[in-house]
């Protein structure tokens, strides 16, 4: 009784896996020929490797060629080939759009575009181009008929200019206009050209922010170009040595002895208590010549200017190890390097 009843459902199992392999077929089958999984567009045919609206402009464009080597003028033989340039817009550009239609066919890897320009979007202002400027010779044509009676230009004028329009037609509107529109439908889409591309937002410019001006700032740059006389330069250096003052600096060639200056004591500088008080020492300036270039640096050790072998500096302070320098524009700083330094 158990292996019928085993053997019942091994049956049932079976048979439901058919069904499920049979239902995932047929929902294969739909799905293949569901329109979602159809071609987004119908196949596109033409002659050869062309479209028919490239057949078409192909044949514009021989017509135009052959009536271009026609006259255009009544009074004397004068085609579209020698009459100066003209040719270059009326048959000459329209003759390379149509070139770069077939290259494109027939090397799928040739020229793409014509600057930023599309092989086709070329083309549409090449035939533009063209046939305005036919447009404009029957204008004139026209005008001077008008106006003395007499027609100075043929036929081709005319012809041309029509089939320049025609040109226009398979360019310009043929994305609008049915069946020559497959041409243009279901195309791949690609980046743009640089050139192409929509343009950029244009920023306003900041104002201009007006520095503000402090009053002290002011006073202090006019007092630097203010003339100043040796004793208050020296008063100035002071904030940067911090070591002598005015009076206690001999300035060269003053007068000073020039051994360096000593302490003096005098009854007559003595306090109250009778002890005798130090005068300032003072200290004679001198001329000192680096054997190389050498930076002065400021108490932080911060590089203020260099002095070198090529002119003297004035040193007004002689720490021993160091020299405490003032350049020529008033700046004072410290020259830590003093080996080899000659004495002036």
């Known amino acids: ?8 459902n091994s049956d049932v199992e079976a048979l439901d896996h058919t069904d499920a392999a049979a239902k995932s077929t047929v929902d294969e089958v739909e799905a293949a020929t569901t329109p979602e999984h159809a071609p987004e567009h119908a196949p596109q045919y033409g002659v050869g490797p062309f479209s ?19 006259s255009i003028s009544t009074l004397r033989f004068d085609s579209v080939w020698t009459s100066g340039l003209q040719w270059i817009l009326t048959i000459g550009v329209p003759t390379a759009a149509v070139f770069l239609v077939v ?3 027939l090397s799928p890897l040739g020229i793409r575009r014509v600057g930023s ?5 070329f083309a549409s202002v090449a035939f533009s181009v063209s046939s305005v400027l ?26 041309s200019f029509f089939l320049m329009m025609a040109g226009v037609f398979l360019t310009v509107f043929a994305p609008f206009i049915s069946p020559i529109d497959e041409d243009f439908v279901g195309r791949e889409e690609v980046p743009a050209h640089r050139n192409a591309r929509p343009i ?19 006073e202090d740059s006019d007092k630097a170009t203010e003339p100043v006389d040796a004793d208050s330069e020296i008063a100035a250096d002071d904030s940067v040595t911090g070591a002598y003052t005015a009076e206690e600096i001999a300035i060269v060639d003053a007068g000073e002895s020039g051994e360096d200056a000593a302490v003096e004591l005098t009854d007559a500088d003595a306090d109250g208590d009778g002890a005798p008080v130090a005068e300032p020492v003072r200290q004679q300036a001198f001329w000192a010549l ?3 270039e050498r930076d002065v640096v400021d108490e932080l050790g911060a590089p203020l200017f260099r002095v070198g072998p090529t002119a003297w500096a004035l040193v007004i302070e002689d720490r021993g190890a160091s020299f405490v320098v003032r350049h020529e524009d008033g700046r004072t700083g410290v020259l830590n390097d003093v080996s080899g330094v000659t004495r002036g």
């Open 1 to 8: 009784m158990t292996d019928d009843k085993l053997a019942e």
């Open 52 to 70: 028919i609206r490239e057949v078409a402009l192909i044949g514009v464009w021989v017509a135009a060629v052959i009536v271009s080597f026609f």
């Open 103 to 105: 290259l494109r066919r």
């Open 117 to 121: 320009l599309g092989i086709d979007q």
């Open 134 to 159: 036919w447009a404009q010779s029957i204008w004139e044509t026209v005008a001077f008929a008008g106006s003395t009676g007499q027609w100075v230009r043929t036929w081709v004028i005319w012809v």
């Open 200 to 218: 950029r937002a244009i920023s306003p410019r900041p104002a201009p922010v007006a520095a503000a001006v402090d009053p002290a700032s002011v």
């Open 290 to 292: 680096a054997p190389e």
